[in-house]
């Protein structure tokens, strides 16, 4: 699969905002997405880029902790090469 062509615009942008440092994960078998400390209005969203493996915890937590978001390698690839893998500072 082509992620690239797969994902939608919301997928996208919520990489984006992953990218960019501004995401939180919860350590869950299903994950939940935090946006500048806000819940994210989509979590089939959030639920779909972390079990396609575009985004991980950036760090291990206990069961239903917050932690950063951190976007994976695919993932960067997913947003066309134009983010870099990791947790922005």
């Known amino acids: 699969m082509d992620v690239r062509t797969e994902l939608n615009h919301r997928e996208r942008a919520t990489l984006r905002a992953v990218a960019e440092g501004h995401a939180e994960i919860s350590c869950s078998c299903e994950p939940d997405l935090f946006v500048d400390g806000l819940a994210c209005c989509d979590q089939h ?13 950036a760090r291990g937590g206990h069961w239903g902790e917050r932690v950063p978001a951190l976007l994976t390698d695919a993932g960067a690839v997913a947003l066309g090469g134009l983010a870099r893998p990791g947790v922005a500072a």
């Open 45 to 57: 969203t959030a639920h779909r880029l972390a079990h396609l493996g575009l985004v991980a915890p």
